[in-house]
């Protein structure tokens, strides 16, 4: 069955700092994989996406993300990080077959951000 | 605007109850969802609609009843509340039912549903 894991729940990093946050997927296929951000109250947003092609992937608020299909991992970076990147950060599989497509989520990373 | 609207955003309410969320969306897209966000932040579909029509529904109880008046409106109809229904319940949609080939869901803000 297809799966998310984010060994991860909680993460501190200093402002400044680089980051990376960790994620391996179980699917069968080749794996649609994205990167999604959820601040406080707020609906999840989209952070980057990979479909094909080139392995490292840039998306918004300068983050991107790397898969290896060796690893069956698609980690999330970001050289240096701000206070506002402090949220939840979901890494999701696209499962697709007939009509049915759907995202599967991961649990979640929750990143805090300290001076 | 907001794109994706849902209301109300926090519901209290006693067991036994019956509670509806209201989701709609503004832009254009074909396709509409319902997660549920457990206590921990686990995100787990329950529906999806395309054009009106119920394209994924998950294992989820029958108490739960998504309608969809058209594209643009979701609405989630739950009966007879139990504790475990307590999360936070979100709604998104996505331009097609490819949701998967383009990538991006676009979420409300949630719906915090505490049942007592």
């Known amino acids: 069955a297809q799966s998310v894991t984010q060994p991860d729940i909680h993460i501190t990093v200093s402002e400044g700092a680089s980051l990376e946050l960790r994620c391996n997927y179980s699917?069968?296929?080749?794996?649609?994989l994205f990167w999604y951000v959820q601040s406080p109250g707020q609906g999840l947003q989209l952070l980057l996406k990979?479909?094909?092609?080139?392995?490292l992937v840039q998306g918004i608020k300068g983050f991107e993300a790397e898969f290896k299909r060796s690893q069956s991992s698609f980690n999330l970076r970001k050289p240096s990080v701000h206070w506002s990147d402090a949220a939840e950060y979901f890494c999701?599989?696209?499962?697709?077959?007939?009509?049915?497509?759907?995202?599967?989520f991961g649990t979640g990373t929750l990143l805090a951000v300290q001076p | 605007d907001t794109a994706v609207s849902q209301t109300p955003k926090y519901l209290v309410t006693q067991m036994g109850n019956d509670k509806s969320i209201k989701c709609e969306q503004n832009?254009?897209?074909?396709?509409m969802y319902w997660y549920k966000q457990d206590s921990k932040k686990f995100l787990k579909i329950m529906f999806s609609?395309?054009?009106?029509?119920?394209?994924i529904n998950e294992t989820v109880p029958n108490r739960f009843s998504p309608k969809s008046p058209d594209k643009a409106h979701l609405n989630l109809h739950i009966n007879s509340l139990e504790l475990g229904d307590s999360a936070v319940y979100f709604c998104?949609?996505?331009?097609?039912?490819?949701?998967?080939?383009?990538?991006?869901?676009?979420f409300g803000e949630g719906s915090r549903l505490t049942v007592l």
């Open positions: 998104a949609s996505s331009q097609t039912a490819g949701v998967v080939r383009t990538g991006e869901l676009f």
């Open positions: 699917y069968g296929a080749t794996p649609y």
């Open positions: 990979y479909f094909s092609g080139d392995t």
């Open positions: 999701a599989v696209g499962t697709y077959g007939g009509a049915t497509n759907k995202l599967i």
């Open positions: 832009l254009g897209h074909d396709t």
């Open positions: 609609y395309n054009n009106k029509e119920l394209i």
